[in-house]
């Protein structure tokens, strides 16, 4: 079974500076994507930026970064000059293969990392 | 992307009653999502809704408390039945958009309940 682990309940950083929040996953599949959400107090859930298993490069989406590493199963985001308006929940999220594929189109979420960002 | 409007926004229901709510997209699309985010929690899978057939429940969750319609390609509702304080919670729907090598799940702006 798919399983996303995230070991950083909070993060804390000062505005401007770069920060990186941690996403380990766990699956048997060699086909499967990757995502990285935002979750401001409001509720509403913001995609940020995906990673397919078999892209070679890091994606990279304005200032979110995700630092892919296969072998260590890591898929870890980072922000770079962070914003105030970057305080929020974040939460890294998993699909398994493609329904082509014999994958279920569902998507498992970690537990989040709570993000403040200091002035 | 994909714009999901999803109704109420939010909501204060007494025990007992029932609440539904609405996720429109402004695409057709085969499958919409429903989550429970349940206070200081990740997302759960409720259930699977496609068009045309049931509705696919994940583990914990029952059609008789969530009671889902998907009567187009474009809309959806997930009724929550006889609530209880603990079905105070972030309602949330969404929808895959995109291509094989890209497909990304979209998410409406949730449905805050809250149950006296």
């Known amino acids: 079974a798919q399983k996303i682990t995230q070991t950083q309940p909070g993060m804390f950083v000062q505005e401007k500076e770069a920060v990186t929040l941690d996403c380990t996953y766990d699956?048997?599949?060699?086909?499967?994507?990757l995502f990285w959400y935002k979750q401001p107090s409001s509720g509403e859930m913001i995609f940020l930026i995906y990673?397919?298993?078999?892209?070679?490069q890091n994606a990279t989406e304005g200032r979110y970064s995700l630092n892919f590493q296969k072998a260590r199963k890591s898929a870890n985001l980072v922000i770079s000059a962070s914003q105030l308006g970057d305080s929020a929940m974040y939460f890294c999220?998993?699909?398994?293969?493609?329904?082509?594929?014999?994958?279920?189109?569902?998507?498992?979420f970690g537990k989040g990392t709570k993000l403040t960002v200091n002035p | 992307s994909a714009v999901i409007s999803q109704k109420p926004s939010r909501d204060i229901c007494q025990r007992g009653t029932s609440l539904t709510i609405q996720c429109q997209v402004d695409?057709?699309?085969?499958?919409m999502f429903w989550y429970r985010q349940q206070p200081g929690q990740s997302l759960t899978l409720i259930a699977t809704?496609?068009?045309?057939?049931?509705?696919?429940?994940e583990s914990g969750f029952v059609i008789d408390k969530f009671p889902i319609s998907r009567p187009n390609l474009t809309f959806s509702t997930l009724t929550v039945s006889n609530m209880s304080p603990e079905d105070s919670s972030i309602y949330l729907c969404?929808?895959?958009?995109?291509?094989?090598?890209?497909?990304?799940?979209?998410f409406g702006a949730g449905t805050r309940l809250s149950v006296l």
């Open positions: 969404s929808v895959w958009v995109g291509t094989v090598a890209k497909n990304i799940q979209y």
């Open positions: 699956t048997s599949d060699q086909s499967y994507g």
């Open positions: 990673q397919g298993s078999y892209d070679e």
């Open positions: 999220a998993m699909r398994d293969a493609l329904p082509f594929e014999g994958g279920s189109e569902k998507l498992v």
């Open positions: 695409s057709q699309v085969t499958m």
């Open positions: 809704a496609n068009q045309g057939s049931e509705a696919t429940y």
